[in-house]
Protein backbone atom coordinates (compact mmCIF):
# COMPACT_ATOMS: atom_id res chain seq x y z
CA UNK A 1 0.00 0.00 0.00
CA UNK A 2 0.98 3.64 -0.57
CA UNK A 3 -0.58 6.73 0.28
CA UNK A 4 -1.71 9.20 -2.41
CA UNK A 5 0.73 12.06 -0.89
CA UNK A 6 3.78 9.67 -1.62
CA UNK A 7 2.53 10.17 -6.21
CA UNK A 8 4.85 10.89 -8.45
CA UNK A 9 5.17 10.84 -11.80
CA UNK A 10 5.68 7.80 -13.33
CA UNK A 11 4.66 5.55 -10.62
CA UNK A 12 2.25 2.38 -11.24
CA UNK A 13 -1.08 1.66 -9.01
CA UNK A 14 -4.01 -0.81 -8.64
CA UNK A 15 -7.89 0.88 -8.83
CA UNK A 16 -10.67 0.30 -9.40
CA UNK A 17 -9.48 -3.30 -11.15
CA UNK A 18 -7.37 -1.67 -13.11
CA UNK A 19 -3.36 -0.70 -13.51
CA UNK A 20 -2.53 2.74 -13.65
CA UNK A 21 0.47 4.66 -14.26
CA UNK A 22 0.24 7.83 -12.65
CA UNK A 23 0.81 10.69 -15.36
CA UNK A 24 0.18 14.00 -13.61
CA UNK A 25 -0.51 14.95 -9.84
CA UNK A 26 -1.19 17.97 -7.47
CA UNK A 27 -1.43 18.75 -4.22
CA UNK A 28 -4.60 20.84 -3.41
CA UNK A 29 -4.87 22.39 -0.09
CA UNK A 30 -8.24 24.05 -0.19
CA UNK A 31 -8.79 26.85 1.77
CA UNK A 32 -12.05 25.57 3.45
CA UNK A 33 -12.29 21.71 3.70
CA UNK A 34 -10.29 18.65 3.46
CA UNK A 35 -6.68 18.29 1.24
CA UNK A 36 -6.95 15.98 -1.44
CA UNK A 37 -4.59 14.93 -4.72
CA UNK A 38 -6.14 15.75 -7.96
CA UNK A 39 -4.82 12.83 -10.79
CA UNK A 40 -4.45 12.25 -14.05
CA UNK A 41 -3.80 8.20 -14.61
CA UNK A 42 -3.45 6.32 -17.69
CA UNK A 43 -4.62 2.59 -18.11
CA UNK A 44 -2.08 0.30 -18.86
CA UNK A 45 -4.47 -2.38 -20.35
CA UNK A 46 -6.76 0.08 -22.71
CA UNK A 47 -4.41 3.36 -22.76
CA UNK A 48 -7.43 4.85 -21.89
CA UNK A 49 -6.91 7.87 -19.64
CA UNK A 50 -8.58 9.29 -16.33
CA UNK A 51 -8.68 11.67 -13.82
CA UNK A 52 -9.30 10.65 -10.13
CA UNK A 53 -9.00 12.36 -7.12
CA UNK A 54 -7.85 11.14 -3.63
CA UNK A 55 -8.56 12.36 -0.14
CA UNK A 56 -5.18 13.30 1.28
CA UNK A 57 -3.75 10.55 3.26
CA UNK A 58 -5.58 7.43 1.39
CA UNK A 59 -3.63 4.52 0.32
CA UNK A 60 -3.94 2.80 -3.02
CA UNK A 61 -2.28 -0.57 -4.15
CA UNK A 62 1.00 -0.18 -5.49
CA UNK A 63 1.26 -2.54 -8.80
CA UNK A 64 4.59 -4.67 -9.33
CA UNK A 65 5.12 -3.81 -13.17
CA UNK A 66 8.12 -5.87 -14.71
CA UNK A 67 10.15 -4.02 -17.46
CA UNK A 68 11.57 -6.67 -19.51
CA UNK A 69 14.58 -5.20 -22.34
CA UNK A 70 13.22 -7.13 -25.63
CA UNK A 71 14.00 -6.46 -29.34
CA UNK A 72 11.11 -5.42 -32.15
CA UNK A 73 11.60 -7.77 -34.77
CA UNK A 74 9.14 -7.55 -37.25
CA UNK A 75 5.15 -7.27 -38.14
CA UNK A 76 3.56 -10.28 -39.00
CA UNK A 77 0.05 -8.89 -40.08
CA UNK A 78 -1.96 -7.40 -37.44
CA UNK A 79 0.44 -9.53 -34.60
CA UNK A 80 3.73 -7.28 -34.14
CA UNK A 81 6.56 -9.40 -32.51
CA UNK A 82 9.00 -8.79 -29.67
CA UNK A 83 12.14 -11.37 -28.74
CA UNK A 84 13.68 -11.28 -25.31
CA UNK A 85 17.30 -11.12 -26.14
CA UNK A 86 19.25 -13.66 -23.16
CA UNK A 87 16.50 -15.95 -23.75
CA UNK A 88 15.70 -15.76 -27.50
CA UNK A 89 11.18 -15.76 -26.50
CA UNK A 90 9.01 -14.32 -28.41
CA UNK A 91 6.07 -12.73 -28.02
CA UNK A 92 3.26 -11.21 -30.03
CA UNK A 93 1.44 -8.21 -29.35
CA UNK A 94 -1.29 -7.12 -31.52
CA UNK A 95 -1.43 -3.83 -33.07
CA UNK A 96 -4.24 -2.75 -30.88
CA UNK A 97 -2.63 -2.96 -27.73
CA UNK A 98 0.75 -0.80 -28.86
CA UNK A 99 -1.38 1.43 -31.39
CA UNK A 100 0.32 4.99 -30.21
CA UNK A 101 4.41 3.01 -29.79
CA UNK A 102 4.12 2.06 -33.30
CA UNK A 103 4.76 5.69 -34.74
CA UNK A 104 8.14 5.12 -33.14
CA UNK A 105 9.09 1.57 -33.71
CA UNK A 106 11.85 0.32 -36.44
CA UNK A 107 13.00 -2.99 -36.47
CA UNK A 108 15.65 -4.25 -34.09
CA UNK A 109 15.06 -1.33 -32.05
CA UNK A 110 15.32 -2.38 -28.13
CA UNK A 111 12.33 -1.28 -25.73
CA UNK A 112 10.93 -2.45 -22.70
CA UNK A 113 8.05 -4.64 -22.68
CA UNK A 114 5.67 -4.10 -19.39
CA UNK A 115 4.37 -7.03 -17.69
CA UNK A 116 1.94 -7.09 -14.94
CA UNK A 117 1.32 -10.95 -13.05
CA UNK A 118 2.57 -12.30 -15.99
CA UNK A 119 0.23 -10.52 -18.57
CA UNK A 120 1.60 -8.54 -21.08
CA UNK A 121 0.58 -4.84 -20.89
CA UNK A 122 2.22 -2.70 -23.84
CA UNK A 123 5.45 -1.61 -25.06
CA UNK A 124 7.64 1.60 -22.65
CA UNK A 125 9.79 3.65 -25.09
CA UNK A 126 12.40 5.88 -24.60
CA UNK A 127 12.09 9.33 -23.96
CA UNK A 128 12.66 10.15 -27.91
CA UNK A 129 13.84 8.36 -30.37
CA UNK A 130 15.88 8.83 -34.11
CA UNK A 131 13.89 8.30 -37.60
CA UNK A 132 14.72 10.02 -40.83
CA UNK A 133 12.94 12.11 -43.09
CA UNK A 134 11.44 10.27 -45.99
CA UNK A 135 9.31 13.15 -47.27
CA UNK A 136 9.25 16.86 -46.75
CA UNK A 137 8.51 20.01 -49.19
CA UNK A 138 11.74 21.70 -49.81
CA UNK A 139 12.38 24.98 -47.94
CA UNK A 140 12.34 28.22 -49.56
CA UNK A 141 14.17 30.80 -48.89
CA UNK A 142 13.17 33.70 -46.45
CA UNK A 143 10.50 31.22 -45.03
CA UNK A 144 12.43 30.79 -41.83
CA UNK A 145 12.21 34.43 -40.62
CA UNK A 146 9.06 33.58 -39.29
CA UNK A 147 9.77 30.99 -37.64
CA UNK A 148 6.72 28.58 -39.20
CA UNK A 149 6.82 25.08 -39.91
CA UNK A 150 6.02 22.33 -42.58
CA UNK A 151 4.64 18.83 -42.38
CA UNK A 152 7.42 15.86 -43.14
CA UNK A 153 6.92 12.37 -43.60
CA UNK A 154 8.88 9.81 -41.13
CA UNK A 155 10.05 6.39 -42.28
CA UNK A 156 7.58 5.02 -39.38
CA UNK A 157 4.63 6.45 -41.02
CA UNK A 158 4.11 9.48 -38.41
CA UNK A 159 3.74 12.68 -39.76
CA UNK A 160 5.18 15.81 -37.96
CA UNK A 161 5.51 19.36 -38.06
CA UNK A 162 9.08 20.56 -38.15
CA UNK A 163 11.21 23.74 -39.35
CA UNK A 164 11.55 24.50 -42.86
CA UNK A 165 15.67 23.76 -42.88
CA UNK A 166 14.83 19.91 -42.40
CA UNK A 167 15.10 18.41 -45.85
CA UNK A 168 14.05 14.89 -46.41
CA UNK A 169 17.10 12.57 -45.31
CA UNK A 170 17.45 14.47 -42.35
CA UNK A 171 17.68 12.49 -39.36
CA UNK A 172 15.66 13.86 -36.73
CA UNK A 173 14.61 13.66 -33.00
CA UNK A 174 11.46 12.64 -31.69
CA UNK A 175 9.61 12.91 -28.27
CA UNK A 176 7.72 9.81 -27.97
CA UNK A 177 5.16 11.12 -25.13
CA UNK A 178 3.35 13.29 -27.80
CA UNK A 179 5.47 13.15 -31.37
CA UNK A 180 6.57 16.28 -31.46
CA UNK A 181 9.94 17.22 -33.54
CA UNK A 182 12.73 18.31 -30.92
CA UNK A 183 15.98 18.21 -32.74
CA UNK A 184 18.03 17.17 -35.64
CA UNK A 185 20.00 14.60 -34.53
Known sequence: MISVNDFRTGLTIEVDGGVWRVLEFQHVKPGKGA?????????????????KTFRAG??????????????????????????DQETYEQIEL???QIEHELN?????????????NG??????????????VVSTEPGIKGDT????????????GLVVQVPFFINEGDTLVINTSDGSYVSRA
Open 145 to 156: ASGGSKPATLET
Open 94 to 96: SAD
Open 58 to 83: EKVNRAQIDNKAMQYLYASGDQHVFM
Open 104 to 116: FLLENMEVHIIMY
Open 119 to 132: ETLGVDLPNTVQLK
Open 35 to 51: AFVRSKLRNLRTGAIAE
